[in-house]
């Protein structure tokens, strides 16, 4: 068998991609959440962060070689009033003096005043929206139960985004009669690097679980669960993307023939492969072949894309 020694030279010629979406970077070490938001925050911008639909596509498309586990990205938990969407209130219309009480276990009924925090426990009326109508049920069960209710009505409790909204409340609710609202002191989940709640979420069916404060993705199938925030899983960064030419070279002594195109692909993946091991994952590599040189079998040239 003829085995001969190949000194490639590979130089990188990059034309910087416009439709380049991706800024996202995978980091396959196994850290914690908080170890993970400090080695983002120092070499990137932070954790990723998933704003809309076509980010956490994005993401899970961001080579990662093999890796279809759970990883850290930058959602984590918080606790204060959140509607039950999730959203913390923007507008409140609590009564004088209020709320009295804050924290877990603590819920908002209305009169048509205004509005009390009290035991999520207490049993009063409720209110539902069925997407056109306020509709007061006056049975008194817990805010959870009321919560139940109005899911089976095909409803939910009643938000009060706004004061028209609480107007429109007030006109459907009797003097002195106590109804649930669809506000409690909860856990809100937010982005790490810029503090912003969550709007667009993709939980795996049956999650979020709050007892565990930290949100990983399943590069799998791109759902995300809730974990302890001190398992260690490797993690997904974010950085503004800038285009960048970078130029390489290297030498790559081996006994394939390379002008054999599956050697050649084999060669291309294994490149691919140790860069995305580097963490490095936004690139397109490309032979050109070059004439043979005097002291080499041959020259060819990449093109690198970082
Ligand atoms: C991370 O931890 C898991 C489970 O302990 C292990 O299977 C995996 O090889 C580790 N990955 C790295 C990059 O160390
Ligand atoms: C998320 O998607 C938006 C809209 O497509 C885009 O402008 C933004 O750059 C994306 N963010 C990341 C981190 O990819
Ligand atoms: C009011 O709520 C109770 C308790 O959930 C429920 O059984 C009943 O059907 C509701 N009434 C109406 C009119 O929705
Ligand atoms: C609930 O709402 C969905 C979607 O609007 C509708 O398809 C369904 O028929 C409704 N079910 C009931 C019991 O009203």
Same mark, same amino acid.
């Given at each position: 068998?003829?085995? +001969? ?14 439709s ?8 396959? !070490?196994?850290?914690?959440?908080? !170890? ?35 990883a ?7 606790v ?19 709320p009295?009480?804050?924290?877990p ?39 959870? !139960? ?81 974990e ?6 490797? +993690? ?22 390379? !002008? ?47």
């Amino acid at each position: 068998m003829d085995v +001969f020694l190949v000194l490639l030279l590979l130089s990188a010629f990059c034309v910087p991609t416009a439709s380049f979406p991706n800024i996202y970077y995978f980091v396959n !070490e196994n850290m914690t959440w908080d !170890e993970a938001n400090a080695y983002c925050i120092k070499e990137y911008l932070g954790l990723a962060q998933i704003t809309y639909p076509e980010n956490n596509t994005a993401l899970v498309n961001t080579p990662a070689g093999v890796y279809t586990g759970k990883a850290w990205i930058g959602l984590h938990i918080d606790v204060g009033w959140a509607w039950l969407d999730g959203r913390p209130p923007t507008y409140y219309s609590w009564s004088p003096g209020q709320p009295l009480n804050t924290g877990p276990g603590y819920c908002v009924f209305t009169n048509y005043r205004g509005w009390y925090s009290v035991k999520c426990t207490e049993m009063l009326g409720f209110i539902c929206f069925d997407g056109s109508d306020y509709i007061v049920n006056n049975t008194y069960v817990t805010w959870n !139960e009321a919560k139940i209710s109005c899911k089976n009505k095909n409803s939910t409790l009643a938000q009060i985004l706004d004061v028209e909204t609480f107007d429109k409340v007030r006109r459907v609710v009797d003097k002195e009669k106590e109804i649930w609202i669809g506000l409690s002191f909860s856990p809100v989940w937010f982005w790490s690097e810029t503090q912003q709640i969550s709007t667009f979420m993709n939980w795996k069916t049956g999650q979020p679980n709050n007892e565990f404060h930290c949100a990983a993705i399943l590069v799998g199938d791109g759902t995300w669960t809730t974990e302890p925030c001190i398992k260690q899983y490797p +993690f997904f960064c974010y950085a503004v993307y800038k285009s960048k030419k970078t130029v390489v070279s290297m030498n790559i002594q081996t006994d394939v023939d390379l !002008e054999n195109p599956d050697n050649q692909a084999a060669l291309m993946q294994q490149l691919q492969a140790t860069l995305a091991k580097q963490g490095v994952t936004d690139f397109k590599v490309t032979w050109t072949k070059q004439p043979v040189q005097k002291s080499r079998k041959k020259l060819d040239d990449a093109c690198l894309n970082v």
